[in-house]
Nanobody, 117 residues
Framework: QVQLVESGGGLVQPGGSLRLSCAASGLIFSGYAMSWYRQGSGKERVLVAGIDTFGGRNYADSVKGRFTISRDNAKNMVYLQMNSLKPEDTAVYYC???????????WGQGTQVTVSS
């Protein structure tokens, strides 16, 4: 069964850091582009960062220079290192897998990140 399980969310102060993890199972991980989305309260879900099957990365302008996405294909894991967190980063963060040259799309359940003093 294909599954994405996120962890690492929580409450942090502005300027703090968190690392989100997403563990994938039931899929050939190396064949999927991985990404992180977020959805703030009352807002639409938007792309935060993505990493393709070749290791290429892209980021939303709002997180560029602060967040880093990475993947470990040997462990079927994708990470989002979040530094210099701001209150506007508060959102539910979702892990997503997209099959390379395919239509399969898998979403995790999401993990809450709250940035507040």
């Amino acid at each position: 069964q294909v599954q994405l399980v996120e962890s690492g969310g929580g409450l942090v102060q502005p300027g703090g850091s968190l690392r989100l993890s997403c563990a994938a199972s039931g899929l050939i991980f190396s064949g999927y582009a991985m990404s992180w989305y977020r959805q703030g309260s009352g807002k639409e879900r938007v792309l935060v960062a993505g990493i393709d099957t070749f290791g290429g990365r892209n980021y939303a302008d709002s997180v560029k220079g602060r967040f880093t996405i990475s993947r470990d294909n040997a462990k079927n894991m994708v990470y989002l290192q979040m530094n210099s967190l701001k209150p506007e980063d508060t959102a539910v963060y979702y892990c997503r897998a997209d099959r390379f040259r395919g239509t399969d799309r898998i979403w995790g359940q999401g993990t809450q990140v709250t940035v507040s003093s």
